[in-house]
């Protein structure tokens, strides 16, 4: 699984990460190339950090383990990612998604890999917090194949905060729009 950044506009450029394609996950910036104060490749205000502490920890590591096996029959399993997402989401964004679960039937579920593209990201340092806006698709079923969960395109404002943590600090997600 790689990574695929997209920046520009109309003749956007695309990058793999991790030596292979994949078009589910990007980066995209609906800003030029010479303006890359918005575009998850800039270093300066820490932008590719929370891009990747979005896509990478906070989705790919704990939201999607806490969709398949949340409600799953291996208790110890559905603790575990239970208490992964509470290391990731905090607040109005855990309650969201806490509450989406509810209601989905027990046993494993078949979680498709999101398709992420981030179109902006802003970090404000000296308040330690980000805002992404991002286009989402998700597909969650159960293993025989009911929809339970699906987004297609859907917009969302991500907004997240820097906090200490065991190496140097972390980036969570504290309300999702």
């Not at 575009?39 to 950090?49: D, N, P, R, S, V």
């Not at 790919?60 to 409600?71: G, N, Q």
């Not at 398709?115 to 330690?128: H, W």
Request: glycine letters at 6%.
């Amino acid at each position: 699984m790689g990574i695929t950044l997209l920046l520009g506009g109309s003749s956007a450029s695309a990058l793999s990460i991790s030596g292979h394609n994949s078009n589910n996950i990007q980066i995209a910036s609906t800003q030029s190339l010479s303006d890359t104060s918005k575009t998850c490749l800039h270093y300066t205000g820490h932008i590719y950090e929370v891009c990747t502490a979005y896509i990478y920890n906070s989705v790919l590591a704990d939201l999607v383990p806490y969709y398949k096996y949340s409600f799953g029959s291996n208790s110890s399993l559905a603790r575990f990612v239970s208490y992964r997402l509470g290391s990731r989401y905090t607040g109005q964004a855990y309650s969201t998604i806490t509450s989406r679960v509810t209601n989905w039937p027990t046993g494993k579920k078949e979680v498709r890999i999101p398709s992420i593209k981030i179109l902006s990201a802003n970090v404000d340092l000296d308040t330690n917090t980000a805002v992404l806006t991002t286009q989402e698709n998700w597909r969650v079923t159960t293993e025989a194949g009911q929809v339970i969960y699906s987004e297609t395109n859907a917009p969302h404002t991500i907004t997240m905060e820097k906090v200490p943590s065991y190496i140097l600090h972390k980036w969570i997600v504290t309300n999702i729009q």
